[in-house]
């Protein structure tokens, strides 16, 4: 039997039917291959396919979780952040997270950003002052074949020093930070 679901992808309501027809969403499909094949959102990178890699990380009701392994018939009601979502959706700015990517220099071939940074943005949606361990600790299932982790964790923490990842400043965060 087919099943109607609706799900919030970068603030935009999107509705899917789950079922074997043509052009519906096949129990078997998952959030990845929704949103790269079906949306068109392919700043979500497909890797490992098998949850190892961290390349096809997204943010969910605000958590960072592997889209690989999610079925798209299981995201019913839920919210979904994307790297494309992380953009000022009116005037095109990059995220300061973004940014700080980009300043410090956080990647070579780039394959593995966007889903570190979706990593990075969960944890400091949730933890606005993280340690240096705490940094690591949520990076951990994201792999960098190009060795870049050193810049990455400078670019994180010049987010935390300049005041958050929102573009309404978010001082309160920065200034209950210590210095590192
Ligand atoms: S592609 Fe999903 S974890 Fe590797
Ligand atoms: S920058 Fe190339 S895999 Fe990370």
């Known amino acids: 039997m087919n099943e109607k679901i609706r799900i919030c992808i970068n603030d935009v309501n999107r509705s899917f039917t789950v079922g074997e027809d043509e052009g519906y969403v096949l129990p078997s499909e998952t959030l990845l291959q929704t949103l790269r094949n079906r949306l068109g959102l392919t700043g979500t990178k497909q890797g490992c396919d098998q949850g190892a890699c961290g390349n096809c990380t997204v ?24 790297i494309e979502g992380l953009e000022d959706p009116v005037t095109g700015e990059l995220n300061p997270l973004q940014k700080a990517f980009v300043d410090n220099s956080a990647f070579q071939c780039g394959f593995c950003t966007p889903g570190i940074i979706m990593s990075a943005k969960a944890l400091l949606d949730n933890n606005p002052c993280p340690t ?31 005041g958050g990842v929102n573009y309404a400043g978010l001082s309160i965060h920065w200034q209950a930070c210590k210095p590192r």
């Not at 605000?62 to 889209?67: P, R």
């Not at 074949?145 to 935390?160: G, K, L, T, W």
């Open 132 to 162: 240096d361990d705490e940094v690591m600790e949520s990076l951990s299932g994201n792999y960098c074949r190009c060795i870049s982790h050193y810049q990455v964790v400078e670019a994180i923490h010049a987010v935390i020093e300049k």
């Open 59 to 82: 943010i969910m009701d605000g958590n960072a979780i592997a889209s690989c392994m999610v079925l798209t018939a299981d995201c019913d009601d839920r919210s979904v952040t994307t």
